[in-house]
């Protein structure tokens, strides 16, 4: 127990800098997620043809290739094809588009438990269906989407652990650093996967408290779809 403490005192700085990379990667693929996924969503929803259908296959692509292939698409697949990313830039690219379509999904099932008779009271007061969806479905929308979105923030630090593969320094990678150099592969990750289980322990109980904050009372009682 002694020296695994001992560990953990040379690992926490390295610790400290990996989960700063691990944050931004999963800050940008959120956000990123969330551009791409909110009017995938909405195309899926609301769109006709071959528009709904384009926004399916993405949701169905991404959802249906593990995240690991994908990333070794982007990063050795698309130089081939005369584009090459650094590591950094490949991890957010292929976070990214994998978030948005799970966020699609998410935002498309929140869509759809806003009650149809929102759509019909808008339309009723001479608002186009556009006007409609913007003002009226998507506010309400993004609310009822809060619960599936938080749990995806706190999932996506966890996914980000395949970019040690490509060599991004992030957590995971720190502890292979840390186990080479000390040849002691239990205490690295062991001693990171306590770092994980902190860091999503803390972030649970803040996506809950926020969770907590934002609920409208009775707005997810809802079920029917447009």
Request: glycine share 8%; charged share 15%.
């Amino acid at each position: 127990m002694a020296d695994f403490l001992e560990f953990m005192k040379i690992a926490l700085p390295a610790y400290y800098e990996g989960a700063l990379v691990t944050f931004q990667i999963a800050g940008v693929a959120l956000i990123s997620g969330f551009i791409i996924g909110l009017p995938i969503a909405l195309l899926r929803v609301y769109g006709r043809g071959v528009i709904r259908w384009l926004a399916v296959a993405y949701i169905e692509l991404m959802r249906g290739v593990p995240l690991l292939v994908f990333l070794f698409v982007v990063y050795y697949g698309l130089p081939d094809m005369g584009l090459t990313l650094s590591a950094i830039m490949s991890a957010y690219l292929a976070l990214g588009l994998n978030s948005g379509a799970y966020q699609a999904e998410y935002f498309r099932g929140s869509i759809q438990a806003v009650g149809r008779g929102q759509m019909l009271g808008a339309r009723a007061i001479g608002m186009t269906r556009l006007q409609a969806i913007w003002h009226i479905i998507v506010p309400q929308a993004l609310r009822l989407a809060i619960p599936a979105w938080t749990n995806e923030a706190v999932s996506m630090v966890k996914y980000t652990s395949v970019v040690y593969l490509i060599a991004v320094p992030d957590l995971l990678t720190r502890s292979k650093w840390l186990a080479s150099k000390y040849f002691n592969p239990i205490e690295a990750y062991l001693s990171v996967a306590i770092v994980y289980i902190v860091i999503v322990g803390i972030l649970t109980v803040l996506v809950n408290y926020i969770e907590r904050r934002l609920r409208i009372p009775g707005l997810e009682l809802e079920k029917r779809g447009h």
